[in-house]
C-alpha cells in the first residue's frame, strides 16, 4: 500500500480518502491458476486505460505495476494451500479530500491512493452455478449509460449495482441482477459479463455498453480457437430466453452457465451445455487446472471445515 | 465509528468493506452555527429515507442518530475557536463484503458500519464565491438519471462527477461542474444545488433530477418568508444564461452567488445580487452569525497562518 | 350487442374481429353502487374522446350510449342480489376484418362491432387490499410512451401488462406491477391508477403518461371536498417508499391502500391511512354504501359458498 | 379450436377471453404454395419462442402443432380452387378471464385457448403493388421499444399500427405505414418487414427492433444463394429515399417492391427493380409457382367475379 | 444595414458570410398596427437574450437598437397605404467568414452583419385560417432539443421546420406542420406557437421546448385580463384531438383558429371558438384595429389589384 | 449563380432568400489538387441524395452540374498558383422567400436560387495540425439527432456547431469541437469527420449519425489498398482516449492528426502516427502532391506576407 508491504488485515483506508468520500477509485481484479497470475499484463493495461479516462496519473509505470503486483502475490502465495488459489486487487484514488482532512478546498486532493492486496479465492460460493446453473433476474434499475460514467472502465461505482441486486434477490435469494441499459439491450451484471450462445455462436451484448472483460475476451480467445462463433451485438430478454445457453464471464470463478432467466429456463435447462463445457475444458488445459473441480472441490472442503 | 469514540485521525475503513468495495455509502453532512447543528433532524430524516431507498437497515432510531450526534459535536467543539464551526458527517455502509474478506459469498455482508465524524469547515476555501460569484462550466458529461440511480438520495456515488468536474476545470480551474441531465435540463453540481433568480423569483430545476437539499429548502423557506417567489421546473443553459442572479446553495458555505456560466456573465455580472442579499441577510439573522462575514474574516486568519 | 340483446353467455367475437386481430378495442368500464351506475357520464364522454383518437366513429350517439347502458344495467340487475354490483362494459372495433374473412383488402375492414354488457363484480377478490395493503412490484417492462399509443385513452392494448404482471409476481403472486416510463417515472398498474400521500397531500403521477382514471378523479373531487390536497407530478420509486401512504383507484373497488413496493413497507405498514380513510369514508357517504364493507363483507359470503 | 375441428364460420371467441379482454395473444400465419405449407417447421418454432417470453405454456408439442397444421391445411384444401392458396393462421391466449367471467380474481385465467385456422388468401388485393409498386410513408407515431413490448414476438398488439396505418393513409389512401423507433430508425410495416437494396445489397433494419420475419429469412437465404449481399443495420429515412430499391417482405405476398416512399420516388420509380427480381423468380422456382403471376391473375379473377 | 440606410431591394448577403455559410444568425421579427410597433421593447430584450445564448456581441445597445427600428420604420411607413402594416426584420450574424473569403481560418469571423428592415405585410395569404381554421398535420419529423440548439432562441435554423412543412403537406397542400419533440409532446410549427383551449383554460405546451412568443405572451396576458386562464404543460396529440379550441399565435397575423388535426375535427369545427373571439377582440381593441378585419379586407383588395 | 459568371466579389445573396431565411440549403465543397478537382463525381452524387432528401429539385442534370464545375474551376484556375489549389463551392435554396418578399403566402418559394464558386484555399490555417497534432475537446451541446434533421445530408444547418465550437474553445481557442449524439456516442466536427485507430485498424462512428463524408471514404479505400483496417462502430470518449492515433478527415486539408482529447493525448503525443503517415502518404501519391507540404509550405510563404 503506497509502496509498504503491511497485512491485509492492517490495510485501511482513511475516512477522508476521495476514494471514498466521492467513490473515485480505479480498480483491478487478478486471479491465479496454481498460484500464477492469468493475463496479468492485460488486467495492467486496462487499468492504465481506466486511470487515464478517470484523470488519475499512476505514480508507477505499468512494468512496475506488474513486477509489484507478481511480488505481492509471491509473498502471498505461501500463505495458501496448493490447490488454492488467490485473487489480487489493484486499485488507486486521488488521495484524501483536503475539504474533509481540514488541509485544502473542496476540490484538492493529496497524492493518490495506490494498493496492491490479495486475498484467498472462495471458490466454493460458486459452486451452485455449477450445479444448478445461475438464475439471472432483470431488474428495474438500469446501468449506468456511458455518457455519465463509462462502463468500460472498471472502476468501484456499484451503487446501482447493489439496488439492481437488491431488486433481484426478492425473486430468488440467489438470484444474479442482469441489468439492462437505457433503450432495454442486455449490458451485465455486478461482477459479470453475461454471454448467451445460440446455433454454436457465443454472443455477447455490445460492447460499447459494458466492461471489456478479461475473461470475457478469453472466451472470444477460445471460442476463435476452438471452431465456436463469437459475435458482438445488441441483444435483448428475448433473446436470452430463447438461447441455447448462457453463460456468466468473471475473474474469480471464469465461466459460469446461466439456466434461468426471470424464472424461464433457457435452453434444455440443464446447467452445463455443450458450448460452455468445450470452452471451459479448453481453458482448464490452458492452465492446467480443473476449473469446474476446483469450485466443486473446495466447496466439499469448505462443508467439512464448517464443522 | 460503531459504537465507539475514537479520535478523527485513527478513524479508517477497512479495505474490504462494501462502501468501498462497491461504493454503497449513505451519508449526510451538517454543519453548526455557533457550534449548533442546523436543521439537524431534516438531515436525519433525509439520511433515514436515503437508507430506505437503498434498502440499509439502519441499527439505531432516528433519535438516537440525533442524540448521539450532538454529543459527537458536543466533544469536538471544544477544539475549534469560537468562531469556527464543524461539520458533521454521518455514513453507513452495508459492511464487510464476505467475498474480500474470505469469509463469505460474493453477496453477503457483514454488520453495518456507521460512523459520524467531525472536522473543522475551512470556510475560507469558497471566499472566492463571494467576492467574484462561482463560475459553473457545464461539462459533457451528464448527471445519473433515477431509473439507474436516484439523485434524491444522498449516497457517495460521485465517481461521475469526478469526471465533470475535471473536463469542467479545463475551462477554468476554479469553474464548478453543472450536469445537465440526459435530456438537457440543468440538474446540480458535485457538491450543491443550483439555483437561479428571475424577476424576483427564485426557480430550482425539477426536484426529481436532483438532492433534494436542506441549504435549498432553507432558501424556499427564507424566500416564503421575505416575499421572494420560489418556483420548481425544467430550466435549461439558455434559462441560466439569461437569469438576473445565480446561486449555489451547499451545507458548508450555505448560499454562493454565481457570476457566470461558460464564461458568459449572468445578469449585471457583479457577484452578489439584491435577491442574494436578502435570503443571505435573513439567513444570517436566523443563526446569529454573519455567514459571508464569517467566510471571508476566517479567510485572513488562513492567510496569516500560512506563513 | 351490435344493437341486439343476447345473453352474455352467447356473447362471442369473431375471431375475424380487427378487435380481436389487431387489438383496435376502445371500451369503458362503469360500476354500480346499489344497482346505480357511477358517473356513467364521465365513462361514456372518456369513451369518445378514446374513439376519437383511434379514427373509430361510434354508430350511436352519447346520450344514446348512455340511455342504452342504462338499460343493459336495468335488465341485469334483477340478476344480482341487492347487496351486490354490475360493472358495465363498452367495447368497440372496427368490425371484421377483410382480409381474415376473404372479403377484401389487408386494410379493409367492415362496420364496427359495438357491445355493451354487464358482469357482477366479484369484489371479494380484492378484500386482501383492505386487509394488508396491496403490494406494488416495479417490473423491467416499461409502459408504452405516448408517441407510441397514448395511454389516455382506454384501450386494450396490454400486452406489455401482462408481462408486466408476470415479471412483478415473480416477487410475489400477490403482487401489482407498478409500471414506470421510459425516464423511470412511475407511471400506472395494469388495471388501476396509482398515487401516493405525503405531509396530507394527494400525488398523483403526471397525467401524460396515465389513463386519465375517473376513479381517481373522484379521489380529486373528495380531496378538493375534504381539505386534502391534490398534486399532479413526476415521481420515481424513491418518492414512493418515502411516502406516507399510496393508493390504488379503480372502477371495480374505487380505492385501496397499498403498503409496500418492492418488498419495502410504505409508510408505517398499516393497510389503511388516515388520508384514505378520509377518502374512502367520504366516497362511500356519497353512493350511500360502505365501499369497504361491500368488498369484506361479500368476500365471507363467497368464502361460505365455496363450500 | 382447443382440440376441436369446428367450421370457420363458427368460431369464436368468448368475449371475458383475455386475449380480447387484454390482448394477450401470440399466433403465426403461414401461407401455402400449391396447397403446401411453407417454412411450418420455422413458423412453429417461432411461435413457440414467443409463448416462452409470453409465459404462455402451450398445451402441445411443437410436432403436435405442427401435424395438426397440416391435418386444418388437408381439410381446408379442398375448399379452394387448386390454383389458390390458404393461410394458415394460429393463436393462442391464456384464456378467460375470471374478472369478467365472474369465476376469478383479476389476475386468473382458466385454460389457455389455442386455434389454428385457415382462410383463403386473397391474394389480388396486393397486386397492385406488383404494377406501380407499394408507398410507404411515415407516420408520426413511433414503433413500440423492446423495453416495453419486444418487436420480436407474433403477437396482436396493433393498435399502435392501427393508428400508424390511419395517419399514414392520409397521404395516401393505399399507402403502408412504415415505423420509425424512438431514435429514428426504420423498423417495419404493421403487415411486413421493409428492406432496402443499394449496390446489390440487401439490407434489413437491425433486427433488434422488428419481427424476425420468415419471409425476410427467405430473402436472406435466396440472396445468399444467388451472390446478393445482405446486411442489417439502422437504417434511416434518408436511406431509404437513396436506395435503389425497396421491398416488403410478408407471408401472404412474399415480397412486394416499394416504388415511393413520402411521396419521393425510390431509385428509378420502376415497380420491379433487377434485385426484386433475381430474389422472386428464384421463390417461385424453389415453390414451383409463379407468385407475381398468381397475386396478378387472381385478380383478373377477382375483377370478373365482381361483376 | 449595418449602419447605413438603403432600399430593401439592393440589400444582400455576402455568400461568404456565417450567416449563410452556417447557418448563425439571429433574427427578431416586429409588426405594427396602425404603423406603430407592437411590444417592440419586448422583441429588442428577446433579441439579446438570443444574442447572449449565442455569444455574438451586437455592436449598439437595446436603446440604439429600438430607435434605429423606429427610425426604419418611419421611413418605411409612407410607402405603405395607412390601412397596411409592416413587418420588420432583425437579424444579426458573426459576419464574413474567413475561410470562405480568403482572409483567414476556418473559425474565424469578420465584424457581425447587423441588418434592420422591413415589408409590407400580405395579411391576405392568412385569410383562410379565420375562415376554415388552420389544418395542422404532425410530421413525423421531430423539433431540435434544447441540449442540442435551445429552441427559446429566435435563430434561422429552420431546415428540419422545412423537412416538417414539406412532410406535413402531403396531406393537405394548406396544412401547417406541428412538430413533437422527441417525447412525443407537442411543440410549435415552423412558424408560430401552438396553443389549446379546453374548459375555458388556454394551455400552452412546457415552455422549455418552444420559442417563448411574444403574441403567445399576449395571449396569455389578454387571458388574465379576461378571466380565462391560462396553463403551459406537456400536451400530446389525444389533447389537441380533444380539445374544444386550438390556436396558432404569431406575429403577422397575431392569433389564428386550428379546425383540424391530422384531419380530425378540433371542437365542434367551427373555426372561430368563444375563447379565440374572446381574446381577438381584447386584443383588437388594444391596438384601435380590427385585426381579423384587416386580414380578410386586405384580402378583397389584393384580389382586385390582382386585375 | 443560377446560369451567370459573375466574379465572386459581386456573388450575393438576397436577404429574403429561404436559404438565408429559414436556412434551408444544400451544398457540396470539392477541393482541387493541381488544379484538378478531386472525386467531384462522388460529390455531385452526394449533392443530389441531398436535394432529394430536402425534396428541393435541382434544374439541372448531375452530368450538367460536372461539367459546369469544371468550367468554374477552369476559369477560376488562372488566378491563383500553380502550387496553391481551389475551393469549389456548389449551394442550392428554394430561392426567395414569398412571405418576405411581399410576393407570396408564408410557404411559397421562387426558382431555387444554385450557385458555384470557388475561393483559394488558404491551406496554411491548418498548418498547426500537422506540427502538433489538433486538440478535440467534447462540449456539453449534442449532435442534432436523425430523426430531426439527418446528418447524412450536407446542409448548412451548423448553428449548433457554432455553439459547440464556441463552448470548446473555452478550453482551448484552437479546439475543434467533438460532438456526442443523444446517447453519448461520438459522432464528428463541425467541420470534419472524426476517426481514430486502434490496433492497426482505422475505426469511424456509426454511419447514420454522421456525414458519409468522401475524405473518410478516402480514407477508407486507401486503408483497403494498404491493408490496414477499417471499421465502423459506436465509439465513446473512452475510446478516443485509448486510441493509438485519432484522425480529421475533410476536404480542404484531406486528413489531419489529432493528439489531445479534452487535453488528453491520444497514443504517445506525437503528431503524426504511423497509420497516418501510411494515409497520407498514399494519398499524396495518387494525387501527384505532398499534401502535408503543401500545407505547411504556404503557411511560411503566408508568414512572410504578413510582413
Not at 497470475?37 to 493495461?45: G, S, W, Y
Amino acid at each position: 500500500m503506497n509502496g509498504r508491504f503491511i497485512p491485509v488485515s492492517k490495510a485501511s483506508l482513511d475516512i477522508c480518502d476521495i476514494g471514498f468520500v466521492s467513490d473515485v477509485v480505479v480498480t483491478e481484479m487478478v486471479r491465479t491458476f496454481r498460484h500464477a497470475p492469468f493475463r496479468l499484463e492485460d488486467h495492467v493495461a486496462r487499468f492504465y486505460r481506466s486511470c487515464r479516462y478517470a484523470r488519475l496519473e499512476c505514480p508507477i509505470h505499468p512494468e512496475e505495476m506488474a513486477a509489484v503486483s507478481l511480488d505481492v502475490l509471491k509473498r502471498n502465495s505461501s500463505l495458501i494451500a496448493t490447490d488454492e488459489d488467490l485473487g489480487l486487487v489493484i486499485f488507486m484514488t486521488p488521495g484524501i479530500s483536503g475539504l474533509y482532512a481540514g488541509t485544502g478546498g473542496p476540490q484538492s486532493a493529496s497524492t493518490p491512493t495506490l494498493c496492491i492486496h490479495t486475498f484467498p479465492l472462495q471458490l466454493h460460493y460458486w459452486a451452485d452455478y455449477y450445479r444448478d446453473g445461475a438464475h439471472v433476474v432483470v431488474p428495474s434499475i438500469r446501468h449506468i449509460p456511458p455518457q455519465c460514467l463509462d462502463p468500460k472502465i472498471k472502476c468501484r461505482s456499484r451503487m446501482h449495482f447493489w439496488l439492481a441486486k437488491e431488486e433481484a434477490q426478492l425473486v430468488d435469494p440467489k438470484a444474479v441482477a442482469l441489468c439492462l441499459d437505457l433503450d432495454g439491450n442486455v449490458t451485465e451484471t455486478p461482477g459479470s459479463n453475461f454471454l448467451i450462445a445460440r446455433n454454436g455462436v457465443v454472443i455477447s451484448p455490445s460492447s460499447h455498453n459494458i466492461l471489456p472483460g478479461i475473461s470475457m475476451a478469453t472466451v472470444r480467445d477460445i471460442a476463435h480457437d476452438t471452431g465456436v462463433g463469437f459475435e458482438e451485438r445488441d441483444i435483448q430478454v428475448y433473446d436470452v430466453m430463447n438461447a441455447d445457453e448462457a453463460f456468466l464471464a468473471s475473474t474469480p470463478y471464469c465461466l459460469a452457465p446461466v439456466s434461468r432467466i426471470n424464472g424461464v429456463r433457457i435452453g434444455n435447462g440443464a446447467a452445463c451445455g455443450p458450448i460452455f463445457t468445450r470452452i471451459i475444458d479448453r481453458w482448464s488445459e490452458m492452465v492446467g487446472l480443473d476449473i469446474v473441480g476446483q469450485v466443486l472441490r473446495v466447496k466439499s472442503g469448505a462443508a467439512l471445515s464448517d464443522n
